[in-house]
C-alpha cells in the first residue's frame, strides 16, 4: 500500500482571477511525485458542465498536470468498467464546484464512493474546490422543508477527508456548517474555508490553513463554540 496523500480542500471566489490558483495547485500536484501527474477531474455537482471542465483544465495544464481526463458521470447510465480503469491510474483526483447534493447523487447512483476511498487509501492524491471539498468531507446538510428549520438533517459524502466543512459562507455567518454541527452533536467540529482559503488535512488527521485563517466550530453541549486556524501564509 502506497503512503497516503495530504488532501487539500480549497473554497472558491478569487480563484476566478486569472493565475490565481496557479501557484497553489502547482505546490498541491508536486505532492504527487510526478513530473506530469495524470489528473481525473469529477464535476457531477455542476451536471459535467464543459465550460467549468475547460476553466479547471487550463488551470491545471499551467500548475504542471499532464492529462486532465473529465469522467462523465452526471447521467443516468455510464461505462463503469471503463471508468474505474481510469481512475485506477489517477495520481489525483479533483472534484469540482456546484451543487453538494447532487454531485453525490451521481456517485452514489454508480456506487463509486467506495472506489474513492480505496484510490485515497492506495496512495492518490485528493483536492476539491467549493462544494468539491465539501464533497470530500462526511456529511453536509439539506433541509426537508426550506422554511421549517426542524427539518434539517446530514446526509452522507464521500468521507475521505474526516470532517465536516463549508466554503466562502463567511457573509452567511456560517449558518449552514453551524446547523449541521448542531445536529451532528456534543463535541462534534466543523471548519469554515473562506473564500481563497484552504484548508489541508494530513494523513495523521493534522489540520493547516492556508491562504487565509478556517473558522473552527466546536458543539459544546448545544453551544458553539469558535476558534480559528492560524494560516500558516496569507494570501
Not at 487550463?58 to 443516468?76: C, H, M, P
Not at 489517477?90 to 456517485?107: K, P, Q, T
Not at 462526511?138 to 446526509?155: C, K, Q
Not at 445536529?183 to 482559503?197: Q, S, V
Request: glycine content about 10%.
Amino acid at each position: 500500500m502506497k503512503k497516503k496523500k495530504n488532501i487539500f480542500l480549497l473554497a472558491g471566489g478569487n480563484w476566478r482571477k486569472p493565475g490565481s490558483l496557479t501557484p497553489l495547485f502547482s505546490k498541491i500536484l508536486s505532492e504527487t511525485g510526478k513530473e506530469k501527474p495524470l489528473i481525473i477531474y469529477i464535476g457531477t455537482a455542476n451536471g459535467d458542465d464543459r465550460s467549468f471542465f475547460i476553466f479547471a483544465n487550463s488551470i491545471l495544464k499551467k500548475a504542471g498536470a499532464g492529462d486532465v481526463v473529465q469522467l462523465f458521470l452526471a447521467k443516468n447510465s455510464v461505462d463503469l468498467i471503463s471508468i474505474k480503469k481510469i481512475l485506477q491510474n489517477a495520481d489525483a483526483v479533483f472534484i469540482a464546484g456546484g451543487d453538494v447534493e447532487e454531485g453525490m447523487r451521481w456517485l452514489n447512483l454508480h456506487r463509486l464512493v467506495p472506489l474513492l476511498k480505496k484510490l485515497y487509501r492506495d496512495g492518490a492524491l485528493f483536492f476539491g474546490l467549493s462544494a468539491g471539498s465539501i464533497m470530500l468531507g462526511t456529511h453536509w446538510v439539506r433541509w426537508e422543508d426550506p422554511v421549517d428549520d426542524s427539518s434539517a438533517g446530514l446526509f452522507a459524502c464521500i468521507g475521505i477527508a474526516p470532517v465536516i466543512c463549508d466554503t466562502h459562507a463567511e457573509k452567511d455567518d456560517w449558518d449552514e456548517l453551524k446547523t449541521a454541527i448542531k445536529i451532528m452533536g456534543k463535541n462534534r467540529f466543523g471548519y469554515g474555508i473562506p473564500t481563497g482559503g484552504v484548508l489541508c488535512i494530513t494523513p495523521g488527521r493534522k489540520l493547516k490553513a492556508l491562504g487565509k485563517d478556517v473558522v473552527r466550530y466546536v458543539n459544546r453541549a448545544g453551544r458553539l463554540a469558535k476558534t480559528n486556524i492560524i494560516a500558516d501564509f496569507k494570501n
